[in-house]
């Protein structure tokens, strides 16, 4: 079977998924490192590739390529709550606290190949591949991503931009 059958089998039946449903669902796709090669993008408009690889009524689902020493925006996801398997390498993913007007980063972590970061509503993150290594992620949101912040980084806090 393809990524996009087992995707359809494996999602298309959740209505109002937690991130729990999420995850679960997201580690049943077997042999998830191999089938998503041919969705990799490289990066083009920003410093990662992404490619939204399904998307319905309740989810959306993307392919992200961090490469070496490159990073996202720091973000929030609007009202929608995910979660992301690591596929390839490791990932940093640093949490910011909002304060007001600003955020600033809260705390970081390395999320490993095989294993899931959650992203609940209101969370604001930035994922980082500080290693020699490519970084390849499949994420999904319920609902499809709407509204997302993006915010600038300047000397230790973030502000909307």
């Keep these: 079977m393809e990524?996009?059958?087992?995707?359809?089998?494996?999602?298309?039946?959740?209505?109002?998924?937690?991130?729990k449903d999420l995850a679960a669902s997201l580690k049943q796709i077997p042999n998830a490192s191999e089938l998503s090669q041919r969705y990799i993008k490289e990066p083009d408009q920003y410093a990662y590739g992404r490619n939204a690889i399904y998307r319905n009524n309740q989810l959306e689902m993307?392919?992200?390529?961090?490469?070496?020493?490159k990073e996202t925006a720091v973000h929030d996801h609007g009202?929608?709550?995910?979660?992301?398997?690591?596929?390839?390498?490791?990932?940093?993913?640093?949490?910011?606290?909002?304060?007001?007007d600003h955020a600033e980063l809260s705390n970081s972590y390395f999320v490993h190949k095989?294993?899931?970061?959650?992203s609940t509503k209101g969370l604001i993150h930035k994922m980082s591949n500080p290693t020699s290594e490519r970084m390849v992620s499949l994420h999904v949101y319920s609902p499809p991503l709407e509204?997302?912040?993006?915010?600038?980084?300047q000397s230790g806090v973030l502000e909307n931009s």
């Design 79 to 100: 009202q929608s709550i995910g979660c992301a398997m690591v596929l390839e390498g490791k990932l940093l993913n640093s949490i910011y606290r909002s304060t007001g």
């Design 114 to 118: 095989g294993e899931c970061l959650i």
């Design 147 to 153: 509204d997302m912040t993006v915010f600038k980084e």
């Design 3 to 19: 990524l996009y059958e087992y995707i359809e089998e494996m999602f298309s039946g959740l209505k109002n998924p937690s991130v």
């Design 62 to 69: 993307i392919l992200i390529h961090i490469p070496p020493n």
